[in-house]
């Protein structure tokens, strides 16, 4: 099983529209948890489904996230790859490289699993009122592939 967590609803839907998943957001070899925003909320999440994983399970946190103008809206991130810094709340200046609000509270809860991995898509350029729930689920959809990919 692949367990996806994300913090947003709009994050969600686009991987329920890329495998048609039911209203249940999984299939024999997805499911798809909605956190809610922040790294409290992610640990939470998290924790409760490290709890009935299996070892040859994967675990998968996806988001958007802000970045420095270097780099381009849509593109992907592979949080091994790059420093990306995790703060408690929106960020509109770049004082950060790439920050996101879920990451740490994922990596904390998972400590203890082997296949784990952090995505996270630019969505904005520290201007987090810039993004809408339809600009986020384009922005995940757009990049599934590649992600799953990745873990696959």
């Known amino acids: ?79 091994n790859d790059i420093n990306l810094t995790c703060v408690d709340h929106e960020v509109s200046d770049n004082t950060y490289e790439v920050v996101d609000m879920e990451s740490k509270g994922f990596i904390e809860a998972t400590k203890s699993v082997q296949n784990k991995r952090v995505f996270k898509v630019v969505s904005d350029h520290f201007e987090p009122k810039s993004v809408t729930k339809d600009m986020a689920k384009k922005l995940i959809f757009e990049k599934i592939d590649e992600i799953m990919e990745k873990v696959s």
């Open 1 to 79: 099983m692949i367990y996806i967590l994300v913090a947003l609803k709009s994050e969600a839907q686009a991987f329920v529209e890329r495998f048609k998943l039911g209203i249940d957001k999984q299939n024999d070899k997805l499911s798809v948890v909605i956190s809610g925003m922040g790294s409290e909320n992610m640990f939470k999440a998290t924790s409760e489904v490290v709890a009935k994983m299996k070892p040859e399970d994967t675990i998968i946190n996806v988001g958007i996230c802000g970045a420095d103008k270097k780099y381009s809206i849509g593109q992907l991130f592979d949080a």
